[in-house]
T-cell receptor, first 113, second 111 residues
């Protein structure tokens, strides 16, 4: 089966600019996650969707981060405006609703300068 | 909330050496435990998991046993290869809730 697709692979922006990342989960996976992985750390959950509804966004910095999954399939994560500390790899993962394990995409590496 | 502590890296070994990466967790109830691996430039891949006490997860020669009495899930492999060089993440989760990850341990295997 095809894996979780993410784009772009790399992005470099200046601070205060905006950026968006895209994720296409595995077909049939109703649950979708966005994680932030700062260099040298483990992934941290930003937001979890079940179909097109938000299950958990308690760790999403809502003053600058937003995410949507309008049709319950693809998802976008946006940062506006970006800060230097947002430099990280943004990972998307998906799973079946009852699964306790996720399938991860390759991630988007964001560098804010 | 749940948390995971794993040993600092990097762990540097020669090929065919024995590997242990320590992981301890803090969680209420009966979580599931996971080891994920991240190869350079790639996303995380599930390596193995255990869902209840005394379960042993195993895959690709790696194994880990869920020890509730010591709240540990140490990763072991009897003979590492150069291709095992990667970052290994211990994680804890429950049901359909996503895992909480440790900081990762880098493994470097020399020929």
């Amino acid at each position: 089966e095809a894996g979780v697709a993410q784009s772009p692979r790399y992005k470099i922006i200046e601070k205060r600019q905006s950026v968006a990342f895209w994720c296409n989960p595995i077909s049939g996976h109703a649950t979708l996650y966005w994680y932030q992985q700062i260099l040298g750390q483990g992934p941290k959950l930003l937001i979890q969707f079940q179909n097109n509804g938000v299950v958990d966004d308690s760790q999403l910095p809502k003053d600058r981060f937003s995410a949507e999954r309008l049709k319950g399939v693809d998802s976008t994560l946006k940062i506006q405006p970006a800060k230097l500390e947002d430099s990280a790899v943004y990972l998307c993962a998906s799973s079946l609703p009852t699964a306790s394990e996720n399938t991860f995409g390759s991630g988007t590496r964001l560098t804010v300068v | 909330g749940d948390s995971v502590t794993q040993m600092e890296g990097p762990v540097t070994l020669s090929e065919e050496a024995f590997l242990t990466i320590n992981c301890t967790y803090t969680a209420t109830g009966y979580p599931s435990l996971f080891w994920y691996v991240q190869y350079p430039g790639e996303g995380l891949q599930l390596l193995l998991k255990a869902t209840k006490a005394d379960d042993k997860g195993s895959n690709k020669g790696f194994e880990a046993t869920y020890r509730k009495e010591t709240t540990s899930f140490h990763l072991e492999k009897g003979s590492v290869q150069v291709s095992d060089s990667a970052v290994y993440f211990c994680a804890v989760g429950r049901g359909s809730y996503i895992p909480t990850f440790g900081r990762g341990t880098s493994l470097i295997v020399h020929p």
